[in-house]
Protein backbone atom coordinates (compact mmCIF):
# COMPACT_ATOMS: atom_id res chain seq x y z
CA UNK A 1 0.00 0.00 0.00
CA UNK A 2 2.54 2.41 1.01
CA UNK A 3 6.60 1.52 1.22
CA UNK A 4 8.71 2.88 3.16
CA UNK A 5 10.92 4.17 0.51
CA UNK A 6 7.98 6.19 -0.81
CA UNK A 7 7.57 8.14 2.68
CA UNK A 8 11.56 8.42 3.08
CA UNK A 9 11.70 9.70 -0.64
CA UNK A 10 8.81 12.08 0.12
CA UNK A 11 10.29 13.04 3.53
CA UNK A 12 13.74 13.87 1.72
CA UNK A 13 12.01 16.10 -0.57
CA UNK A 14 10.16 17.98 2.01
CA UNK A 15 13.50 18.38 4.54
CA UNK A 16 14.83 19.98 1.21
CA UNK A 17 12.30 22.54 0.55
CA UNK A 18 11.75 23.41 4.35
CA UNK A 19 8.04 22.06 4.33
CA UNK A 20 9.24 19.63 7.30
CA UNK A 21 11.02 20.50 10.31
CA UNK A 22 11.66 17.82 12.41
CA UNK A 23 11.46 18.95 16.32
CA UNK A 24 15.36 18.35 18.10
CA UNK A 25 14.95 17.09 21.60
CA UNK A 26 17.08 15.89 24.32
CA UNK A 27 16.05 13.05 26.55
CA UNK A 28 16.46 12.20 29.80
CA UNK A 29 15.33 8.38 31.43
CA UNK A 30 13.17 8.63 34.17
CA UNK A 31 12.26 5.18 36.22
CA UNK A 32 8.65 4.81 37.36
CA UNK A 33 8.50 1.44 39.31
CA UNK A 34 9.94 -0.98 37.23
CA UNK A 35 9.20 0.81 34.06
CA UNK A 36 11.37 3.62 32.10
CA UNK A 37 10.09 6.61 30.65
CA UNK A 38 11.82 9.15 28.56
CA UNK A 39 11.33 13.18 29.35
CA UNK A 40 12.20 14.90 26.12
CA UNK A 41 13.08 18.66 26.11
CA UNK A 42 11.69 20.29 23.24
CA UNK A 43 12.87 23.55 23.26
CA UNK A 44 10.91 24.72 19.66
CA UNK A 45 7.70 24.04 21.32
CA UNK A 46 8.26 26.48 23.51
CA UNK A 47 9.30 28.76 20.76
CA UNK A 48 6.53 27.60 18.55
CA UNK A 49 3.59 28.38 21.63
CA UNK A 50 5.23 32.15 21.44
CA UNK A 51 5.24 32.95 18.40
CA UNK A 52 1.61 31.86 17.27
CA UNK A 53 -0.56 32.20 20.22
CA UNK A 54 -4.04 30.70 20.14
CA UNK A 55 -6.25 32.35 17.41
CA UNK A 56 -3.25 32.88 15.08
CA UNK A 57 -4.04 31.52 11.52
CA UNK A 58 -2.24 27.96 11.71
CA UNK A 59 -1.53 28.63 15.23
CA UNK A 60 -2.55 26.49 18.64
CA UNK A 61 -6.34 25.77 18.27
CA UNK A 62 -7.12 27.68 14.87
CA UNK A 63 -10.32 26.61 14.52
CA UNK A 64 -10.40 28.14 11.38
CA UNK A 65 -7.76 26.54 10.05
CA UNK A 66 -7.53 23.32 8.96
CA UNK A 67 -4.24 21.51 7.64
CA UNK A 68 -5.89 18.23 6.20
CA UNK A 69 -8.04 19.76 3.36
CA UNK A 70 -6.54 19.35 1.56
CA UNK A 71 -3.10 18.56 3.27
CA UNK A 72 -0.08 19.83 1.90
CA UNK A 73 1.37 18.37 -1.55
CA UNK A 74 4.65 18.86 -0.27
CA UNK A 75 3.77 16.45 2.69
CA UNK A 76 1.63 14.41 1.16
CA UNK A 77 3.16 11.06 0.09
CA UNK A 78 -0.88 9.52 -0.82
CA UNK A 79 -3.95 8.15 -0.47
CA UNK A 80 -4.18 5.30 1.93
CA UNK A 81 -7.17 3.46 0.99
CA UNK A 82 -10.39 4.99 0.05
CA UNK A 83 -10.73 7.04 3.28
CA UNK A 84 -7.27 8.29 4.17
CA UNK A 85 -4.66 10.28 3.14
CA UNK A 86 -0.80 9.67 4.16
CA UNK A 87 0.91 12.42 5.17
CA UNK A 88 4.43 13.41 6.83
CA UNK A 89 3.80 15.50 9.79
CA UNK A 90 5.13 19.01 9.65
CA UNK A 91 6.75 18.27 13.17
CA UNK A 92 7.69 15.07 13.42
CA UNK A 93 8.68 13.36 16.67
CA UNK A 94 10.77 10.75 14.46
CA UNK A 95 11.78 10.15 10.78
CA UNK A 96 8.62 8.71 8.49
CA UNK A 97 5.79 10.12 11.38
CA UNK A 98 3.07 10.11 9.38
CA UNK A 99 -0.68 11.95 10.04
CA UNK A 100 -3.41 10.00 8.45
CA UNK A 101 -6.37 12.28 8.46
CA UNK A 102 -9.31 11.49 6.62
CA UNK A 103 -10.00 12.74 3.25
CA UNK A 104 -13.59 13.98 4.01
CA UNK A 105 -14.06 16.05 7.03
CA UNK A 106 -14.99 14.89 10.88
CA UNK A 107 -14.48 16.29 14.30
CA UNK A 108 -11.16 14.64 15.66
CA UNK A 109 -13.67 13.40 18.83
CA UNK A 110 -16.29 11.35 16.11
CA UNK A 111 -16.51 7.78 16.54
CA UNK A 112 -13.92 6.01 15.05
CA UNK A 113 -15.07 3.46 12.32
CA UNK A 114 -13.13 0.67 10.73
CA UNK A 115 -11.86 2.42 8.00
CA UNK A 116 -9.93 4.07 10.70
CA UNK A 117 -8.40 0.94 11.62
CA UNK A 118 -7.68 -0.13 8.15
CA UNK A 119 -5.59 3.05 7.60
CA UNK A 120 -3.56 1.74 10.86
CA UNK A 121 -3.57 -1.81 9.88
CA UNK A 122 -2.26 -1.21 6.33
CA UNK A 123 1.03 0.73 7.56
CA UNK A 124 1.26 -1.96 10.81
CA UNK A 125 0.89 -4.68 8.72
CA UNK A 126 3.49 -3.81 6.31
CA UNK A 127 5.81 -1.81 8.11
CA UNK A 128 4.88 -2.35 11.92
CA UNK A 129 5.39 0.19 14.37
CA UNK A 130 3.02 2.00 16.23
CA UNK A 131 -0.14 3.86 15.60
CA UNK A 132 -1.80 6.30 18.26
CA UNK A 133 -5.13 8.83 18.34
CA UNK A 134 -4.93 12.06 19.95
CA UNK A 135 -9.58 12.19 20.93
CA UNK A 136 -9.84 15.74 21.25
CA UNK A 137 -7.88 18.60 22.54
CA UNK A 138 -7.69 17.48 26.31
CA UNK A 139 -6.23 14.34 24.76
CA UNK A 140 -3.68 16.13 22.84
CA UNK A 141 -5.15 16.60 19.55
CA UNK A 142 -4.15 20.41 17.64
CA UNK A 143 -6.36 19.81 14.63
CA UNK A 144 -9.91 18.99 14.59
CA UNK A 145 -10.40 16.67 11.16
CA UNK A 146 -9.85 13.34 12.33
CA UNK A 147 -6.65 12.12 11.97
CA UNK A 148 -4.87 9.55 13.41
CA UNK A 149 -1.03 8.96 13.69
CA UNK A 150 1.51 6.12 12.63
CA UNK A 151 5.88 6.01 13.75
CA UNK A 152 7.78 3.11 12.33
CA UNK A 153 9.88 0.98 15.03
CA UNK A 154 13.06 2.62 15.90
CA UNK A 155 14.81 1.90 19.46
CA UNK A 156 14.61 5.48 20.54
CA UNK A 157 10.80 5.75 19.44
CA UNK A 158 7.70 5.46 21.31
CA UNK A 159 6.68 1.82 21.99
CA UNK A 160 3.86 -0.24 24.17
CA UNK A 161 5.83 -3.25 24.18
CA UNK A 162 8.09 -2.63 27.46
CA UNK A 163 4.42 -2.13 28.92
CA UNK A 164 2.70 -5.03 27.43
CA UNK A 165 5.46 -7.75 29.15
CA UNK A 166 3.50 -8.16 32.12
CA UNK A 167 -0.03 -8.72 30.53
CA UNK A 168 -1.32 -12.02 28.84
CA UNK A 169 -0.87 -12.24 25.11
CA UNK A 170 -3.06 -15.52 25.41
CA UNK A 171 -6.36 -13.88 26.25
CA UNK A 172 -7.67 -12.41 23.03
CA UNK A 173 -10.01 -9.75 23.20
CA UNK A 174 -10.00 -9.23 27.00
CA UNK A 175 -9.94 -6.43 29.28
CA UNK A 176 -6.72 -6.10 30.69
CA UNK A 177 -5.00 -3.76 33.16
CA UNK A 178 -1.22 -3.08 33.54
CA UNK A 179 -0.69 -3.81 37.43
CA UNK A 180 1.09 -0.68 38.20
CA UNK A 181 -1.01 2.21 36.32
CA UNK A 182 -3.61 3.35 39.16
CA UNK A 183 -5.57 4.96 36.79
CA UNK A 184 -8.61 3.95 33.78
CA UNK A 185 -7.61 2.43 30.65
CA UNK A 186 -8.02 -1.19 28.91
CA UNK A 187 -5.36 -2.92 27.32
CA UNK A 188 -7.17 -5.52 24.77
CA UNK A 189 -5.28 -8.12 22.74
CA UNK A 190 -6.45 -9.11 19.22
CA UNK A 191 -3.84 -11.04 17.94
CA UNK A 192 -1.33 -10.32 14.89
CA UNK A 193 -2.70 -11.20 11.28
CA UNK A 194 -0.89 -10.74 8.20
CA UNK A 195 -4.02 -9.39 6.33
CA UNK A 196 -5.22 -6.28 6.72
CA UNK A 197 -8.60 -6.10 6.86
CA UNK A 198 -8.93 -8.89 9.03
CA UNK A 199 -6.55 -6.95 11.64
CA UNK A 200 -8.50 -3.92 11.50
CA UNK A 201 -11.79 -6.08 12.25
CA UNK A 202 -9.91 -7.29 14.97
CA UNK A 203 -9.05 -3.54 16.45
CA UNK A 204 -12.34 -2.36 15.65
CA UNK A 205 -13.89 -4.64 17.65
CA UNK A 206 -11.44 -4.00 20.54
CA UNK A 207 -11.93 -0.43 20.62
CA UNK A 208 -16.04 -0.98 20.76
CA UNK A 209 -15.13 -3.34 23.53
CA UNK A 210 -12.97 -1.46 25.23
CA UNK A 211 -15.44 1.85 25.09
CA UNK A 212 -18.39 -0.08 26.58
CA UNK A 213 -15.92 -1.18 29.17
CA UNK A 214 -15.03 2.01 29.79
CA UNK A 215 -18.24 4.03 29.68
CA UNK A 216 -17.00 6.07 27.05
CA UNK A 217 -20.37 6.79 25.24
CA UNK A 218 -21.47 9.72 22.70
CA UNK A 219 -22.69 13.12 23.17
CA UNK A 220 -25.44 14.67 21.95
CA UNK A 221 -23.59 15.74 19.25
CA UNK A 222 -22.22 12.15 18.61
CA UNK A 223 -19.08 13.41 19.71
CA UNK A 224 -16.79 10.79 22.20
CA UNK A 225 -15.12 11.75 25.29
CA UNK A 226 -11.38 12.50 24.57
CA UNK A 227 -9.10 9.64 25.19
CA UNK A 228 -6.12 8.06 23.72
CA UNK A 229 -5.65 4.93 21.46
CA UNK A 230 -2.51 3.18 20.90
CA UNK A 231 -1.91 0.16 18.77
CA UNK A 232 0.76 -1.96 18.13
CA UNK A 233 1.86 -5.65 17.54
CA UNK A 234 -1.85 -7.02 18.20
CA UNK A 235 -2.96 -4.73 21.53
CA UNK A 236 -5.46 -1.91 21.35
CA UNK A 237 -4.96 0.38 24.69
CA UNK A 238 -7.37 3.28 25.55
CA UNK A 239 -6.83 6.17 28.04
CA UNK A 240 -9.87 8.21 28.67
CA UNK A 241 -8.90 11.62 29.54
CA UNK A 242 -9.93 14.74 31.29
CA UNK A 243 -7.03 17.13 30.98
CA UNK A 244 -4.38 17.92 27.95
CA UNK A 245 -1.77 18.81 30.76
CA UNK A 246 -0.38 19.00 34.72
CA UNK A 247 1.88 21.71 35.87
CA UNK A 248 2.03 23.07 32.04
CA UNK A 249 3.48 19.42 31.08
CA UNK A 250 1.78 18.37 27.80
CA UNK A 251 0.61 14.50 28.06
CA UNK A 252 -0.64 12.85 24.37
CA UNK A 253 -0.80 9.50 23.39
CA UNK A 254 2.67 8.88 23.03
CA UNK A 255 3.23 9.69 26.84
CA UNK A 256 1.49 6.26 27.41
CA UNK A 257 4.04 4.65 25.81
CA UNK A 258 6.54 5.71 27.61
CA UNK A 259 7.47 9.50 25.86
CA UNK A 260 6.67 12.88 27.22
CA UNK A 261 7.33 15.99 25.42
CA UNK A 262 8.45 19.03 27.51
CA UNK A 263 8.63 22.59 26.85
CA UNK A 264 10.76 23.95 29.12
CA UNK A 265 14.33 22.23 30.43
CA UNK A 266 13.08 22.82 34.58
CA UNK A 267 9.75 20.54 33.38
CA UNK A 268 12.10 16.97 33.44
CA UNK A 269 12.94 18.26 37.06
CA UNK A 270 9.49 18.59 37.54
CA UNK A 271 8.70 15.14 36.33
CA UNK A 272 11.34 13.46 38.06
CA UNK A 273 10.04 14.76 41.66
CA UNK A 274 6.21 14.86 41.03
CA UNK A 275 6.98 10.76 39.21
CA UNK A 276 5.73 9.56 35.65
CA UNK A 277 2.69 7.51 36.71
CA UNK A 278 1.01 10.16 39.06
CA UNK A 279 1.56 12.62 36.55
CA UNK A 280 -0.42 10.15 33.66
CA UNK A 281 -2.85 9.49 36.51
CA UNK A 282 -3.71 13.29 37.17
CA UNK A 283 -4.99 13.96 33.12
CA UNK A 284 -7.04 10.73 32.55
CA UNK A 285 -10.69 10.10 33.81
CA UNK A 286 -11.40 8.91 37.25
Known amino acids: ???????????????????????????????????????????????????????????????????????????????????????????????????????????QRSVLQYEDFLAWAWLLTELQGLGFYNGGEEAGASQRHLHVQWIPPAVDNASLLPFVQVLDADQDLVIQSHPCWGFRHAFIYVGLSEDAHEYARNLYQAYQLGCQKLGLQCDDQGLMPPMNILVQDG????????????????????????????????????????????????VTRV
Open 1 to 107: MLSLHAIDQRMQHALASGDLQPIEFQAHQVPAKDMLFHVCWVPALSVKDKSKPAGFPGGPRDPNFNPFLPPDPQLTVGKLGDYHHAVLNKFPVCAHHLVLPRIEFAE
Open 235 to 282: WLLIVPRVYEQIHDIPLNALSFAGMIYVREQEHIDLVKTKGVLPLLAA
